[in-house]
């Protein structure tokens, strides 16, 4: 799992005396569009490692960017004279 961008997740869960709106931690992973919505694909943390899609609105970036990954970028001649 990815931990590069971490979020928060707003989500509504149903208990015995009503809703209750409950905010959880996870990592960003990727965005799409979908049917003209905007979405994030979200992995929570922990144990679970289950990943879902949000709309963009629920989801809330901790550090208020989000981060790619830098990619080292190796020269041709560099990544043939390399030891393998």
């Given amino acids: ?17 009503g809703t209750h709106i409950v905010e959880r931690r996870g990592y960003a992973q990727e965005r799409k569009m979908f049917d003209g919505e905007r979405m994030v694909f979200v992995m929570e943390g922990g144990d679970t490692q289950i990943g879902y899609w949000y709309p963009m609105d629920e989801v809330r970036m901790t550090k208020g960017k989000w981060t790619n990954d830098t990619g080292v970028i190796v020269s041709r001649k560099s990544f043939w004279r390399r030891s393998k």
């Fill in 1 to 17: 799992m990815n931990k590069r961008n971490p979020c928060r997740i707003s989500k509504v869960e149903y208990k015995d005396d």
